[in-house]
């Protein structure tokens, strides 16, 4: 664990992550409007449960043993602290390429669509 929690403000913080976090693994299991080649994956090798950090430049939240990739390129996702938005996991892909995952209601973002088929014509 990278930072000291507070209750309950984390116990929030922590439980909003792993609610995006959800709905993104519950997408890319039924494949809705999600290519093939995205995958979400959990290592569970060396911690058991979910690993929830901070970083400390931003002080965003996320999950150091989860994985998301989309042919083969690590896209991160972190979760701004203390937003109150339904939804607010962001992405960044090859440091330079970011956005929302998801609309307000859970779907995944036009912007992060746009961003999987950037992504996939340069692994092309």
Same mark, same amino acid.
Request: aromatic share 8%; charged share 25%; with cysteine.
């Given at each position: 664990? %990278?930072?000291?929690?507070?209750?309950?403000?984390? !116990?929030?913080?922590?439980?909003? *992550?792993?609610?995006?976090?959800?709905? #993104?693994?519950?997408?890319?299991?039924?494949?809705?409007?999600?290519?093939?080649?995205? &995958? #979400?994956? /959990?290592?569970?090798?060396?911690?058991?449960?979910?690993?929830?950090?901070?970083?400390?430049?931003?002080?965003?939240?996320?999950?150091?043993?989860?994985? !998301?990739?989309?042919?083969?390129? +690590?896209?991160? =996702?972190? =979760?701004? $602290?203390? %937003?109150? &938005?339904? $939804?607010? #996991?962001?992405?960044? +892909?090859?440091?330079?390429?970011?956005?929302? +995952?998801?609309?307000?209601?859970?779907? !995944? %973002? /036009?912007?992060? =669509? +746009? %961003? *999987?088929?950037? *992504?996939?014509?340069?692994?092309?």
């Amino acid at each position: 664990m %990278s930072y000291q929690r507070v209750i309950p403000r984390d !116990l929030f913080n922590e439980s909003k *992550l792993l609610k995006c976090l959800g709905q #993104l693994a519950l997408i890319i299991h039924d494949r809705v409007n999600v290519p093939r080649e995205l &995958e #979400l994956t /959990h290592d569970d090798s060396e911690f058991s449960g979910f690993q929830i950090e901070q970083n400390q430049d931003s002080a965003a939240l996320y999950c150091a043993n989860m994985q !998301l990739t989309f042919a083969g390129q +690590v896209i991160e =996702l972190n =979760l701004p $602290y203390n %937003s109150k &938005e339904s $939804y607010p #996991l962001n992405y960044v +892909v090859n440091d330079d390429d970011d956005g929302r +995952v998801f609309t307000d209601d859970g779907k !995944l %973002s /036009h912007g992060f =669509l +746009v %961003s *999987l088929k950037a *992504l996939n014509r340069i692994n092309a």
